[in-house]
């Protein structure tokens, strides 16, 4: 066993860290997670933390779950990995048969890859090949969304919306129709339908302007994540797919955090009885255990490449670990969960509660919103909520609130000055208590 110095010494030497200014990191003693337990992570001096993120928003049944390692395990004594490029395997067809049963109807292909990210890029490369094989080669440009995040990838990020993400990258990146919400937006006293409104019709006026040049659209359904935990009015999905279908482009519905149950459905276009032409899913899929994602599409799509070999209409994309067995297996062990334990039924008190209690963090004095959907939060903090004045960023304020949550016993990570709750969707109610708790008086000592 290696000494817990000796590991922070080999983090700090020879790691580099996903979003993370490295010399801030190398200045702080790092927390080193040793293991999980439900809802809990433990580090390496036994320290207990609430997972107040799921463990960047995958984890849905909670860590070290025997039923979903027992399904990894079993697996392994068959087959660690085996291709789907010419040849296929047990799990990924079994997985593939439910993901299709489990999708809005109309969704009936299943194509895989590893994370969200790739998902994305999938989606993005058949629409754009799509249109090729239907003779429509000028269908080359799609609509995305101010505040977007589909990933990190370059495709990804040419459908972001995140200047501080994307901006250094913009000449790597193709350029789209970038649509942004309402002034009025983030102001949660404007009425939903009147944004609703103005949004639709921004989107719209791009439609109808690049008429006939346009592949598809993509968005997060119902809350964008990365961008801030913000709401899209209720009915948006509804209006903006029956635009898609208007102005004949197709619709790409990104459920990389929404989906497995996020938002109290499976997936957040059943809110609003939407089917997308592509689906994207990853996070949750493999419950957070293993890097697994899939596109799915509809058989019009799908028919669209079929050809002779010569003609070449293959999708020309795959990733080496495509279909992974251990993956699939446990994704499916994940469904079977969600299946046999009712967990969508039982989720709604647990978010009901969640919905209420967010409530009470109005009483803080620099809590400017507070946004939620399902088990997912957003809290705004802000210097001067009445002005609407901002934390300066310099003053890393969501990242201190989160320092102060650690030593109280919750793993959180913000949003810039937005602290995210998103615990695993199996958090009992008490632990749940316990994270807004924590939440709560982090915010109020540091603000
Ligand atoms: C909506 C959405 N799409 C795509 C991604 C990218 O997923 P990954 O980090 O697995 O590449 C994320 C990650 O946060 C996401 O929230």
């Keep these: 066993m290696i000494d817990k110095e000796t590991l922070a010494a080999w983090d700090k030497r020879y790691l580099w860290h996903p979003f993370t200014q490295m010399q801030d990191w190398l200045a702080e003693a790092p927390v080193i997670i040793a293991c999980g337990e439900g809802c809990y992570l433990i580090d390496v001096d036994g320290n ?242 293993l890097p697994l994602a899939a596109t799915l599409a509809t058989d019009e799509i799908y028919n669209a490449f079929l050809g002779e070999y010569k003609d070449l209409k293959t999708f020309f994309h795959g990733h080496t670990f495509t279909g992974n067995p251990l993956a699939c297996a446990v994704a499916l062990e994940n469904i079977a969960i969600f299946e046999r334990e009712n967990l969508l039924s039982r989720l709604q008190p647990t978010i009901e509660h969640f919905k209420n209690r967010l409530q009470e963090f109005y009483r803080l004095s620099h809590v400017s919103d507070v946004r939620v959907c399902g088990l997912a939060a957003g809290i705004d903090l802000m210097k001067n909520p009445d002005t609407h004045t901002p934390y300066p960023f310099e003053e890393k304020v969501g990242i201190r609130v989160c320092k102060e949550a650690l030593t109280r016993g919750a793993l959180l990570r913000p949003l810039v000055n937005t602290i995210v709750l998103m615990p695993p969707l199996q958090v009992s109610i008490s632990a749940l208590d316990a994270l807004l708790d924590i939440a709560y008086a982090s915010i109020e000592t540091v603000c």
């Design 48 to 289: 207990r933390y609430i997972d107040g993120v799921a463990s960047m928003w995958t984890s849905v049944h909670g860590h070290n779950h025997p039923e979903l390692n027992t399904a990894l395990k079993t697996q392994v004594d068959k087959v660690a990995h085996s291709t789907l490029l010419g040849y296929s395997n047990i799990p990924a067809i079994e997985l593939a048969k439910k993901l299709v049963e489990l999708t809005p109807v109309g969704l009936n292909k299943v194509f895989y890859s590893d994370n969200g990210s790739t998902a994305v890029e999938i989606a993005l490369k058949m629409v754009y090949q799509y249109w090729q094989h239907r003779g429509e080669p000028q269908r080359k440009l799609f609509v995305h969304f101010d505040k977007a995040y589909h990933g990190d990838t370059i495709g990804a990020m040419s459908v972001g919306g995140i200047d501080s993400f994307h901006a250094t990258f913009d000449s790597l990146l193709f350029k789209g129709l970038r649509v942004s919400a309402p002034e009025t937006y983030r102001s949660r006293h404007t009425n939903d339908s009147v944004i609703k409104t103005q949004w639709l019709n921004a989107v719209e006026n791009v439609l109808s302007t690049h008429s006939g040049q346009i592949a598809g659209i993509i968005l997060e359904p119902l809350i964008q994540g990365a961008g801030g935990m913000l709401l899209s009015p209720r009915g948006f999905l509804k209006e903006l797919s029956a635009l898609a279908k208007q102005w004949k482009t197709l619709l790409i519905v990104d459920e990389v955090m929404t989906g497995f149950g996020r938002t109290g459905k499976m997936w957040a276009c059943e809110h609003e009885a939407v089917t997308p032409d592509l689906l994207c899913t990853a996070k949750g899929l493999a419950a957070g255990y």
